[in-house]
């Protein structure tokens, strides 16, 4: 059997998908069920940018599961000395039993899972963010039920978060409403291919008109902090406050994957609103993981 990756949200079937956001549910909802599923399995962590939510959740999740982890800075690795990327990956895959990376270019990525024997996630890349969807998918699902047949709005830059929107529209069967300034949309490609679903706009209020779900993200990203002024000049008719909100369905749930600037793509009132569902997304990254990897290790 070829080895399993988790680099996009298109790597799993639908059917997939909805297994691991179900057994998310219930691993947080009966932490009895960890039964240590991944006793004597390891984790390699290799991150080339920092994280808060996505380093603790995989550390935690490996030692609730009785796992272990090990957490690799490019510093510490022949990586960061020059070593070739299919060298290291056809080194570490001998020794560990999945791996997940956070890097600048994608294609870095999917080098390794080229050459890589053992699974490896993606836990973050310029291009997608797979992971943080897991965890708003599980959130929404808790909240207001399967997601198919509704209606989403994307409010920002049209980058790793929002190509991996257009991935989970199609992945879980939903409408996606794109809401960008010019020259910051997201991956042309991923739109053509799912034009049946996700549709452009320039005016955030038509874009969230009737949905279920908002979400936005950072306006300037980690690699982006020259660009700060510029972008906050750009996005300055993207905020989402409550007057945006407001014409949104009146059960909509607000989502940012975190961390905010308040004030800037968010206003504070509605960050901590009682529509806001951030804690308990930003929660969800360890559970949502915790069922991915038992799925990826249990695949093999």
């Known amino acids: 059997m070829s080895t399993r990756h988790f680099l996009t949200l298109l790597d799993l079937t639908p059917d997939?998908?909805?297994?691991?956001?179900?057994?998310?549910?219930?691993?947080?909802?009966?932490?009895?069920?960890?039964?240590?599923?991944l006793k004597n399995k390891t984790l390699a962590m290799i991150f080339e940018k920092s994280s808060t939510r996505t380093r603790v959740s995989f550390e935690v999740a490996m030692t609730q599961l009785g796992g272990a982890s090990l957490f690799l800075a490019p510093a510490d690795t022949q990586l960061g000395r020059g070593e070739s990327i299919e060298d290291s990956a056809r080194v570490l895959s001998r020794m560990v039993d999945v791996i997940t990376i956070r890097t600048y270019e994608h294609r870095k990525l999917e080098l390794f899972a080229k050459h890589s024997s053992v699974p490896v996630i993606n836990s973050l890349t310029d291009d997608f963010h797979p992971c943080q969807l897991l965890a708003d998918m599980q959130t929404f699902f808790e909240h207001r039920g399967d997601i198919a047949g509704?209606?989403?709005?994307?409010v920002g830059d049209g980058h790793n978060m929002c190509n991996s929107y257009i991935n989970a529209a199609r992945q879980f069967d939903f409408e996606l409403r794109i809401a960008c300034p010019e020259g910051f949309e997201p991956d042309a490609q991923l739109v053509e291919a799912n034009k049946d679903r996700v549709h452009l706009a320039r005016d955030p209020v038509k874009a969230v008109e009737g949905v279920s779900l908002l979400a936005t993200d950072v306006w300037a990203s980690m690699g982006q902090e020259e660009e700060r002024r510029l972008r906050i000049e750009k996005?300055?008719?993207?905020?989402?406050?409550s007057e945006l909100m407001s014409h949104a369905a009146p059960d909509a749930l607000f989502m940012h994957c975190l961390p905010a600037h308040r004030g800037e793509e968010v206003s504070a009132e509605?960050?901590?609103?009682?529509?806001?569902?951030?804690?308990?997304?930003?929660?969800?990254?360890?559970?949502?993981?915790?069922?991915?990897?038992e799925f990826l290790c249990s695949d093999r």
């Open 16 to 37: 997939e998908l909805h297994h691991i956001i179900h057994r998310a549910i219930a691993l947080k909802k009966s932490p009895s069920l960890r039964e240590e599923t």
């Open 150 to 154: 509704r209606t989403v709005a994307w």
């Open 235 to 241: 996005f300055s008719d993207y905020q989402v406050d």
């Open 270 to 293: 509605v960050l901590d609103s009682e529509d806001s569902v951030v804690w308990d997304e930003a929660e969800n990254r360890l559970h949502a993981q915790k069922a991915l990897l």
